[in-house]
């Protein structure tokens, strides 16, 4: 897997993967967000000017009456309008969260079944 996402530091999360070895139903950030006994998709990036946002909506669009839930943690130019679209279409398995601190990452990458 390839992890090129930076922190506002420019320092990468990419080393502190150690906590992947912990069991989901052990997770406590799964937990904490209810996410441990659901299918859950990631996406674990920049919404910058050149980023495709438009797919992970349809995308979503698609699978909303699917048993999955869909989680972004990201920031960039596109966040807000992002954010509006994803209330706008009703979107209640969808969820978009700031950045999370450096050591809290391994735990939220975890949880994902896919990451896109």
């Known amino acids: 897997?390839?992890?090129s996402y930076m922190t506002g530091k420019k320092?990468?999360?990419?080393?502190?993967?150690?906590?992947?070895?912990?069991?989901?139903e052990n997770n406590?950030?799964?937990?904490e967000h209810n996410l441990v006994n659901k299918f859950t998709v990631l996406y674990s990036g920049n919404m910058g000017r050149c980023h495709d946002?438009?797919?992970?909506?349809?995308?979503?669009k698609l699978?909303?009456?699917?048993?999955?839930?869909?989680v972004c943690i990201s920031i960039g130019a596109k966040r807000q309008s992002f954010?509006?679209?994803?209330?706008?279409l009703g979107l209640t398995k969808f969820s978009v969260s700031v950045l999370l601190r450096k050591k809290?990452?391994?735990?939220y990458l975890q949880l994902a079944i896919c990451l896109w």
């Not at 993967?17 to 912990?22: G, S």
């Not at 699978?63 to 869909?70: G, M, N």
Request: aromatic letters at 12%.
């Open 11 to 24: 320092k990468s999360y990419a080393n502190n993967l150690r906590a992947f070895k912990y069991a989901k």
């Open 83 to 88: 954010m509006e679209e994803v209330n706008d």
């Open 53 to 60: 946002m438009d797919t992970i909506l349809e995308t979503a």
């Open 63 to 70: 699978l909303r009456d699917e048993p999955i839930q869909l």
């Open 1 to 3: 897997m390839l992890i």
């Open 104 to 107: 809290v990452l391994p735990y």
């Open 28 to 31: 406590w950030f799964a937990k």
